[in-house]
């Protein structure tokens, strides 16, 4: 079956640091990709997304690129802030409507 | 903005106890799911249903059921809780036309199972 592999956390960083959470899928064909952050207390929103290979997705800074050759999706950010500070999960979404996450990756950013 | 409210954040039951979990969504999404939240395993889906009274098994299902009276509710029961059913409940629902639309989540339900 489909699955999604990231890096685990935590990660802890400086303010103005840069970002890299790694993350690999494999799956059945060409699924669309996910980042999906989950801050203290909430539920997880939807942070960016790709669709097809070499879609690159971006919000609030942060990006990623599907790269189908290897199979990744790697989240990246140039200067992260402590109020990135959250849970990261990216998932892969294939036939059927069906999202795998992977068992994400806890950012700890400080001062 | 899509709103998908869970009932309780917080809920403490017995072991043996029957317990429920509430998610309402106001978008009329056709999709919704239960998904279950433990460190260190991410997100594992527990149930989900495409249509009213419809459901389907996910990846966990064993020792929940699920209920889907209306199109906007999506109740998980625990039929006799155990402790090893402790954990973050995610409830999230999507609309069923595209598949690269995303999962809208609510703030989840920690249960915790004495």
């Known amino acids: 079956g489909d699955s999604v592999t990231q890096m685990e956390g935590p990660v802890t960083l400086s303010e103005e640091a840069f970002l890299t959470i790694n993350c690999t899928y494999t799956?059945?064909?060409?699924?669309?990709l996910f980042w999906y952050v989950q801050y203290p207390g909430e539920g997880l929103q939807l942070l960016l997304k790709?669709?097809?290979?070499?879609d690159k997705g971006s919000n609030k800074g942060f990006e990623a690129t599907y790269r189908k050759e290897t199979t990744s999706f790697h989240l990246e950010k140039g200067s992260v802030q402590v109020s990135d500070s959250a849970v990261y999960f990216c998932?892969?979404?294939?036939?059927?409507?069906?999202?795998?996450f992977g068992g994400g990756t806890r950012l700890m950013v400080k001062p | 903005d899509v709103k998908v409210t869970q009932s309780s954040r917080y809920l403490v039951k017995r072991t043996g106890e029957k317990v429920f979990l509430e998610c309402v969504q106001d978008?009329?999404?056709?999709?919704m799911f239960w998904y279950r939240q433990d460190p260190g395993l991410g997100l594992r889906l527990i149930y989900f249903?495409?249509?009213?009274?419809?459901?389907e098994k996910g990846d966990i299902p064993e020792g929940y059921s699920v209920s889907r009276e209306k199109k906007e509710r999506f109740s998980l029961i625990l039929e006799s809780a155990s402790t090893n059913q402790t954990s973050m409940y995610l409830c999230?629902?999507?609309?069923?036309?595209?598949?690269?639309?995303?999962?809208?989540f609510g703030n989840g339900t920690r249960l915790t199972v004495t």
């Open positions: 978008m009329d999404h056709e999709n």
């Open positions: 790709a669709t097809k290979a070499d």
């Open positions: 998932a892969a979404n294939n036939a059927g409507n069906m999202l795998t």
């Open positions: 249903s495409y249509d009213v009274k419809m459901k």
């Open positions: 799956a059945t064909g060409y699924p669309s």
């Open positions: 999230a629902s999507h609309r069923g036309s595209s598949y690269n639309s995303p999962l809208h």
